[in-house]
């Protein structure tokens, strides 16, 4: 059912970005050119640290974001307790990406960015050499999950 509800509220809400590139676009970058497609992934993970962010320093938006970070355990299965509230307080964030990111590439960078995320949710990858230095990585992701003092409020990143 959560599913259902979160698929419902996403295809709503993002109606409302389909209508502000359509309506308000300030410019609109050729669907077809590599740096519309560059400027959409970088512009989700600038979005996604924001919400991220947000969900850990707003209580409303805690209070949705908390069911992720109540696992016992730190494995693949934490990655995919989400909360279907969390969906209200993040489209917001997204929302000026509208004025010149075409819908298509938002919706598959928002995935793109989301299916990234699940892997960083995992003890068995211990590091992926030069890369730590570029991306954010299950070693860097553990840190954001760790509950003790120095652990908390670090790591929000998406990708990068």
């Not at 959409?40 to 805690?62: K, M, P, Q, S």
């Not at 693949?76 to 590439?105: C, D, K």
């Not at 960083?120 to 760790?146: D, F, K, M, Q």
């Amino acid at each position: 059912i959560m599913t259902i509800v979160e698929a419902l509220l996403s295809g709503l809400l993002f109606s409302s970005y389909i209508y502000i590139h359509a309506a308000f676009c300030i410019s609109a970058l050729p669907w077809d050119y590599t740096a519309t497609w560059v400027c959409a992934a970088l512009g989700i993970d600038f979005c996604y640290y924001w919400v991220h962010r947000a969900a850990h320093e707003i209580n409303l938006l805690w209070a949705a974001h908390q069911v992720h970070h109540s696992s016992e355990d730190y494995n693949l299965t934490t990655a995919l307790r989400q909360s279907a509230f969390q969906t209200f307080g993040s489209w917001p964030f997204y929302l000026p990406m509208a004025f010149f990111i075409p819908p298509t590439h938002a919706i598959v960078h928002k995935q793109l960015n989301l299916l990234y995320q699940f892997w960083i949710h995992t003890e068995v990858v211990r590091s992926i050499g030069p890369l730590e230095y570029v991306l954010n990585t299950a070693s860097h992701h553990r840190v954001h999950h760790g509950a003790n003092r120095y652990c908390l409020d670090k790591n929000y990143a998406g990708v990068l």
